[in-house]
């Protein structure tokens, strides 16, 4: 049994329309917000999102573009990009019941302000519960119910046991945790990390280069989480470690599918959310003003800014100082 009956879903993406899917699995009543009227009806009318084809909709799931039917639900599953959080929680603010749990599923670092998921939301609404869900989970795998595990982390640990109570069943696992700063990082730094690990595929360098590239790169996240205060077992973990392993096997992530392109000397593939190219600047000058060193963020967000070519790039990393492994 759980308190949280009803979840609304704001952001009818590929990611939203999966989490709809989970918590009507998971026997919740179910509503889905697309911002767009055309698109709520669209949904609607096919019972399937284009953004997530070959999904057929639960009927458990309502679909509508009406933002104060959606901030009814017990608890609110905000799933729209990390750079437009902000403005959907600003949005969603004046409309929600004091107390109501919303739980970032965005995985970056807002620009500009340098903030996490978490505290977008605690400053876009002061009266809400702002918890994280992330870790390794293409929306497509969620939405078809193969198995699948991820961190859900609120500062109130009741909360995340909560929450994950509502959204849990026999194919999709989420584990709870205190630990909202270091399940932010995994899901933020990840991204940029695997556009990294896509550069090294297109390029053709070989499978020890891709394990050289993941691991050291899980060294500079390990690196930027400590300075945070994040735990060894959330880094180490699903949102961490685990999405980390996902995200730079092979290009169904798109992060990986951009550094892919990237090392191929080909355009960036058009209408696909890269969420590490917007994350990699911000990652690098969040990483300094903590003293942290991360080479491979760092070469990210210089290929990506065009300062730098790749293969530069990779020689300055293959010729750094030569130092201890930590
Ligand atoms: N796709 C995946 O496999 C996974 C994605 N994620 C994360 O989830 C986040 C979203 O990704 P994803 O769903 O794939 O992206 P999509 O581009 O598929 O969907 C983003 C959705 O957010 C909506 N949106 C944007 N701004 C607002 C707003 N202000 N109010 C309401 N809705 C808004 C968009 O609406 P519109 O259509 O009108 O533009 C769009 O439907 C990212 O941070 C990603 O890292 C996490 C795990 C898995
Ligand atoms: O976060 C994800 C998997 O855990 C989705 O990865 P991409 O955003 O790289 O597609």
């Not at 009266?127 to 078809?144: E, M, Q, Y």
């Not at 595929?201 to 994040?230: D, N």
Request: hydrophobic fraction near 50%.
């Amino acid at each position: 049994m759980t308190r949280f009956q009803t979840i609304s879903i704001i952001g009818a993406g590929a990611w939203g329309t999966a989490l709809a899917a989970v918590a009507a699995r998971a026997g919740r009543g179910v509503t889905l917000y697309a911002r767009d009227p055309d698109h709520a009806a669209r949904i609607a009318a096919a019972r399937e999102n284009p953004r997530l084809p070959g999904i057929p909709l639960a009927d458990s799931i309502s679909i509508t573009a009406d933002l104060a039917q959606a901030a009814r639900a017990a608890a609110v599953l905000i799933v729209v990009p990390a750079q437009h959080l902000r403005g959907a929680v600003m949005h969603l603010a004046p409309l929600l019941p004091d107390g109501t749990p919303v739980v970032a599923c965005a995985k970056g670092i807002e620009h500009g302000t340098h903030k996490f998921m978490t505290e977008v939301i605690a400053e876009a609404a002061p009266h809400a519960t702002a918890a994280i869900l992330s870790g390794p989970s293409f929306a497509d795998d969620v939405a078809r119910g193969l198995p699948t595990a991820v961190t859900l982390a609120a500062q109130d640990e009741a909360l995340a046991a909560d929450l994950v109570q509502a959204l849990g069943s026999p194919t999709f696992r989420p584990y709870h945790s205190t630990d909202v700063r270091g399940v932010e990082i995994g899901g933020a730094a990840k991204n940029v990390l695997a556009i990294a690990a896509g550069i090294v595929a297109g390029r053709k360098l070989g499978a020890s280069a891709l394990a050289a590239l993941t691991t050291r790169g899980f060294a500079e996240l390990v690196r930027l989480g400590r300075a945070f205060g994040a735990r060894g077992e959330t880094l180490t973990g699903l949102s961490g470690l685990g999405d980390l392993i996902l995200s730079c096997a092979g290009p169904q992530s798109r992060n990986f599918a951009a550094g892919l392109a990237l090392g191929r000397g080909e355009p960036l593939p058009a209408g696909k959310l890269a969420e590490g190219q917007y994350t990699a600047p911000v990652l690098v000058e969040l990483a300094a003003s903590r003293g942290v060193e991360m080479p491979v963020a760092q070469a990210v967000a210089a290929i990506l800014a065009g300062t730098v070519t790749i293969d530069a790039a990779i020689e300055a990393l293959m010729l750094r100082p030569f130092k201890a492994e930590e």
